[in-house]
């Protein structure tokens, strides 16, 4: 896992709190993501944006699919590469050839930004757009003033086309050293999509966590004064002052973000592993799902999130609520989780009021007897205790350090017989730019 300097701010940082969007965004937790573009088509992660627009050409392609596909694993939203860093764009922009437009996809007729986001209200899904702000096709990149008005002439497009977006993601891979017109991308989307979410660069509201490998870090801190721009170069994005940007954990089912012949999903052990690592400690998690060829979600990735789906039901599908009683201090205090009677659990899972900031530094759960179950740094919107031993109890207790600090749930969970998380023996994160 790797751990950054924006991964680790200051005890000391002030209290600052959420947006009703910034809450509202990790409450929802879980995102799809969807990388499909020209690279689906040319057998590659990254292209340089030469290879011809005339190779996208799903014979199938279903929004509907993918929706329905996110819906059924839990996810609230999903995010889109409307542009990736090779500039072929899925949507027919006014500003570039390089485009859906010019391939043989329905005619040149076809918009996959716009068929996703009628899916989307379709299924109730939320919908968010990534716009690389790095265009490696377009010739005006290399004049910055230029580029800035072809950016955002795309930004504006995007904003105004498709409805409400849930999300604008701005990723910082080839952007080192790289200024952008932030200020007018700020104001535009404050004008167009006011609730959007922003990933990261700019006027972020929300950061990446640090590492492709969708693994949060323990203190999970909502408040830092820096992020990491990308994870092929060592830039970090100083933001002058501290700011509340929730973490996202972006990894992809497969070995690529984009679909390649013979790879395969990640295994379902691997998956729980991700999920209680990111959502488990706090962040949100975006997976992504990358459509293949024929414009679909493959039939042996969809059957790995039916799987993973009811791994997640069998770990927690049953949860055991508690009612509250606590005794605070103004540096903390502890909670008395009463359950509804005795029960056997192996997992505890906590909630802190966040309403007004993250407050909570360290904590620890105890059993009635003061024997200590777990313990741990943040617990924020949401934080899941994995136990060494299943526990029988009418009650557990939560002790939290952290001035003002306030939990508003405590669950248990039985997980016996279930999946177990784990991570594979040769796991290793990748370490360098998958240019081709």
Request: glycine share 10%; hydrophobic share 40%; aromatic share 8%.
């Amino acid at each position: 896992m790797v751990t950054t300097s924006a991964d680790t701010p200051s005890a000391a940082e002030p209290l600052i709190a959420p947006t009703p969007e910034q809450l509202q965004w990790q409450r929802d937790g879980l995102g799809v993501f969807f990388h499909v573009g020209i690279n689906t088509f040319a057998g590659k992660e990254w292209s340089d944006g030469t290879v011809p627009a005339h190779l996208f050409d799903p014979s199938d392609l279903d929004t509907d699919q993918w929706v329905r596909t996110a819906r059924d694993l839990g996810a609230k939203y999903v995010v889109l590469t409307a542009k990736h860093h090779d500039g072929f764009c899925l949507w027919p922009t006014a500003t570039t050839t390089y485009s859906v437009a010019s391939s043989p996809w329905k005619g040149g007729q076809g918009d996959v930004v716009g068929d996703l986001a009628a899916a989307c209200r379709r299924h109730g899904m939320k919908l968010g757009l990534y716009l690389s702000p790095w265009d490696r096709n377009a010739p005006q990149y290399e004049d910055p003033a230029v580029y800035d008005e072809f950016y955002l002439a795309q930004l504006r497009e995007l904003c105004t086309n498709y409805g409400e977006l849930f999300e604008l993601w701005f990723d910082g891979a080839g952007s080192a050293g790289r200024e952008y017109a932030w200020d007018r991308i700020g104001a535009l989307i404050a004008e167009l999509q006011p609730g959007a979410m922003v990933f990261n660069m700019g006027p972020a509201t929300i950061r990446w966590v640090g590492n492709e490998d969708g693994l949060a870090a323990d203190p999970c801190d909502y408040v830092t004064r820096s992020t990491d721009l990308n994870n092929y170069d060592p830039d970090v994005v100083e933001l002058g002052e501290a700011r509340y940007l929730p973490p996202e954990c972006d990894v992809s089912l497969r070995r690529g973000w984009f679909w390649q012949e013979g790879e395969e999903p990640k295994s379902v052990p691997h998956l729980l592993e991700i999920h209680d690592r990111s959502l488990g400690l706090g962040a949100n998690l975006l997976l992504n799902v990358p459509p293949n060829r024929e414009g679909r979600i493959g039939e042996d990735d969809a059957a790995r999130l039916v799987e993973f789906r009811a791994a997640l039901d069998a770990r927690f599908g049953r949860p055991v609520a508690a009612r509250l009683e606590s005794t605070m201090t103004p540096s903390g205090g502890r909670v008395r989780a009463h359950l509804p009677g005795v029960a056997l659990f192996d997992h505890v899972e906590i909630a802190e009021d966040i309403t007004a900031g993250q407050r909570v530094r360290s904590h620890r759960v105890l059993d009635s007897d003061g024997s200590v179950l777990a313990e741990g740094g943040t617990i924020g919107v949401r934080r899941l205790h994995r136990l060494p031993a299943a526990v029988e109890a009418a009650a557990v207790i939560v002790e939290v350090e952290g001035e003002g600090a306030a939990l508003t749930a405590v669950q248990v969970h039985d997980a016996t017989g279930a999946p177990v998380p784990a991570l594979p023996e040769d796991f290793r994160a990748p370490t360098e730019a998958p240019i081709d």
